[in-house]
């Protein structure tokens, strides 16, 4: 699953990229977060909501 498909079936409250674990997909009405792969730039904290590719993969699911 990419970032594409996640945000085709769910509606992205968030692109969060403050923790230590890397890039996070916050969405609304679900307690967790997915982690998608590290983005092949050294600047990777600053991807947001409105920039972040659509091709990077899904790579955890976190349960809260």
């Known amino acids: 699953m990419t970032f594409k498909d996640l945000k085709e079936r769910y509606d992205v409250d ?3 990229v403050g923790g230590e674990t890397g890039v996070h ?3 609304k009405g679900f307690k967790g977060s997915f982690g ?7 600047d990777w ?3 947001n909501k409105q920039n972040i590719s659509d091709t ?3 790579t955890e699911i976190i349960i809260l």
């Open 14 to 16: 968030e692109v969060d």
């Open 25 to 27: 997909i916050i969405v």
């Open 36 to 42: 998608v792969e590290l983005p092949m730039t050294n």
């Open 45 to 47: 904290w600053k991807i």
């Open 56 to 58: 990077l993969q899904i």
